[in-house]
């Protein structure tokens, strides 16, 4: 199975940089993947990484060490629609996605 | 351009109750997921589906079934709705490309159905 952990709640100001930590533990992992997901919405597709190493896709970025169990996603120049929930989901050797349970982000004027 | 449809949105039941949650994709995947969402915990899988007339059971199945007749739907059944199946659930569907040509095989999500049962 898989244990994944992240952070319940961060507060960041509009315009600066914030971190999500995800740390997991899998009997087998075949990529991870960063959502965001609006409040009362469906989770939407943000980053997919699967060699170690960091993804860069606009305003966001997301880093990968399968040694350590850890990834990240930075946000940067945060904006106002950015306050969200962001989900570490890992992919085992089974093709199945298990998430984590989110970090909620709110972004501060 | 649809994606992946989820009716009904909402639907309140009572104990005991039993009821049938629609979820239709018009991307041809070939796989579709039943999860339930709740505070705290994350996205929990129900039941899966990677192809049509198979399931399997996911993290939490007690208590649903589905079913998978056509590829393009994916139904997911209370037979006796009980408090603890108060949750919002969503659908999705994804490619079936394994090995090298996975790749990312994004998960589409549906806009969630909110149960209640009292």
């Known amino acids: 199975g898989q244990n994944i952990d992240q952070p319940t709640e961060m507060t960041a100001t509009e315009g600066a940089i914030v971190q999500i930590n995800c740390t997991y533990q899998t009997s087998g992992f075949n990529g991870l993947f960063w959502y965001q997901q609006h409040a009362g919405e469906a989770p939407t597709f943000l980053s997919y990484n699967v060699l170690d190493g960091l993804e860069e896709k606009g305003r966001f970025s997301s880093f990968l060490s399968r040694s350590k169990g850890y990834s990240y996603l930075l946000l940067k120049e945060l904006q106002m629609k950015d306050s969200a929930s962001y989900l570490c989901?890992?992919?085992?050797?089974?093709?199945?996605?298990?998430f984590g349970a989110g970090t909620t982000v709110t972004v501060r004027a | 351009n649809a994606g992946v449809t989820q009716t009904p949105k909402f639907r309140v039941l009572k104990t005991g109750q039993s009821m049938t949650l629609l979820c239709a994709q018009d991307?041809?995947?070939?796989?579709m997921y039943w999860y339930r969402q709740d505070p705290g915990m994350g996205l929990r899988l129900i039941h899966y589906?990677?192809?049509?007339?198979?399931?399997a059971k996911g993290e939490v199945p007690d208590g649903y079934n589905v079913s998978r007749l056509k590829k393009q739907n994916f139904l997911l059944g209370l037979e006796s709705a009980a408090p603890s199946q108060t949750s919002v659930y969503f659908c999705?569907?994804?490619?079936?490309?394994?090995?090298?040509?996975?790749?990312?095989?994004?998960?589409?999500f549906g806009a969630g159905s909110r149960l209640t049962v009292l």
């Open positions: 999705a569907s994804s490619y079936a490309r394994r090995g090298r040509a996975s790749g990312a095989n994004v998960l589409t």
């Open positions: 989901a890992v992919r085992g050797y089974d093709y199945k996605l298990s």
């Open positions: 991307m041809n995947h070939e796989y």
């Open positions: 589906s990677v192809g049509e007339g198979t399931t």
